[in-house]
């Protein structure tokens, strides 16, 4: 039997790639590790938690000492890296943090299994779930692909980016067995409404003004999650070490034009007159060093390892929107304390 530690498997994208190898592959115990933080929530993955193949970890990787020690209790085959911190604007107000858990925790991660692993690095992985905001900004043209010169902007991508090159330094300096994935804006359940899509729901929802930075004239490519989860396990179980993989949709929305796809589907799902939910855009200050462009050139992993979007971007928002329509109690909760703090520092002085 397997055994993989999956970090940060209470988060967003975490979540969805616990279930999916939890469920699919019964015979691979599962061993989620999260510190829990706002962004980290049980109940995103409460229909597996009695599964025989699944454990719960709660602790930081930023503790060297107690990831020493879980290294060497349970011997894991491989790891699975999510836990990060993840929102650009809580990283401009606040970088350390972001250096703390995306590099420190990294290496920490890095150190245990390279010292668990010395002796057989082939027989065990470590891959690391990263992101396409490593290579900065887009123009009007082009595309990201595996060789694009990383270029990041923010202290998230910035921590990032050094998270990406620690991991290929344990490749060509100790001979790890690593892999990369650089994916673009995830969509989907169980996404923290600090973010747009969520966000927005969640205000249309409750009639409040849907804030969009700047013009809205900023391109992301948005990916529905669980199709990053599908390619997370293509890539674990097919991609050669020391390689690299970008994942994208090919699917480039403009902030304004996808809130305004996304007020319609809530106009029909709430019933209101078609145009209701859109009253509430607001165009609210920019955020600083906002990325214009973000577009994956996913054609390596297509091609190599055959994986394809499955979902439709209006399909996957309509599914999105039905789940955070009937998880009324999910979205209060997380909205509830903290959160109430966060968007009044966030959005009341904008
Ligand atoms: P998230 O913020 O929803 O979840 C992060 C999880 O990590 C949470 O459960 C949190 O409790 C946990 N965590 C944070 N600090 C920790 C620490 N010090 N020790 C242990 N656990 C800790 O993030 P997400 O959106 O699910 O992103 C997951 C990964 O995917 C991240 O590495 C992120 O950079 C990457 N990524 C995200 C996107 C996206 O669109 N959300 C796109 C590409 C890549
Ligand atoms: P976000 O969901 O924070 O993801 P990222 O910054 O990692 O791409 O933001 C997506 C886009 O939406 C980005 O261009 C910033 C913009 N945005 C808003 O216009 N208003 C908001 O309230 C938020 C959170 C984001």
Redesign the pocket.
């Known amino acids: 039997m397997k055994k993989i530690l999956i970090t940060g498997g209470a988060g967003f994208i975490g979540s969805h790639v616990v279930r999916l190898f939890v469920n699919k592959y019964p015979d691979y115990q599962i061993v989620n590790l999260d510190k829990l933080t706002y962004a980290g929530n049980l109940n995103n993955i409460k229909d597996i938690e009695n599964k025989p193949n699944y454990s719960f970890v709660k602790g930081d990787i930023v503790d060297a000492a107690f990831i020493n020690e879980l290294f060497s209790l349970h011997k894991f085959d491989s790891v699975i890296h999510l836990a990060a911190e993840s929102?650009?604007?809580r990283s401009i107000s606040n970088p350390l943090e972001f250096v703390m858990t995306n590099v420190i925790g990294t290496v920490n991660l890095l150190n245990a299994a390279k010292n668990e692993w010395k002796d057989n690095f082939s027989a065990h992985r470590f891959y690391h779930v990263s992101t396409d905001?490593v290579y900065g900004t887009l123009g009007e043209t082009g595309m990201f692909t595996e060789t694009t010169s990383y270029d990041p902007h923010s202290p998230?991508s910035a921590s990032k980016a050094s998270s990406d090159h620690f991991v290929r330094a344990y490749h060509d300096t100790y001979g790890m067995n690593v892999i990369i994935s650089n994916c673009s804006?995830n969509y989907g359940s169980h996404h923290f409404p600090?973010?747009?899509?969520p966000?927005s729901i969640h205000n249309i929802k409750n009639n409040k003004p849907i804030?969009?930075?700047g013009k809205?004239e900023?391109i992301?490519d948005w990916l529905y999650v669980e199709d990053h989860a599908r390619a997370i396990d293509v890539i674990f179980h097919n991609a050669k070490t020391g390689t690299t993989y970008n994942i994208g949709g090919h699917n480039e929305w403009t902030?304004i034009d996808l809130i305004k796809i996304l007020c319609k589907i809530m106009d029909k799902k709430l019933n209101r007159d078609e145009g209701e939910s859109a009253k509430l855009i607001t165009f609210?200050k920019d955020?600083a060093g906002?990325?214009l462009r973000?577009a994956i050139d996913s054609t390596k992993l297509q091609k190599e390892l055959g994986w394809v979007p499955s979902l439709q971007f209006e399909e996957g928002l309509e599914k999105t929107v039905d789940w955070y329509l009937s998880n009324e109690e999910w979205l209060t909760n997380v909205t509830s304390g903290a959160y109430k703090k966060y968007y009044e520092e966030q959005?009341t002085k904008r």
């Open positions: 929102h650009v604007d905001e998230y804006n600090e973010k747009l899509i966000l804030p969009i930075y809205g900023n992301r902030n609210v955020r906002h990325d973000y959005y």
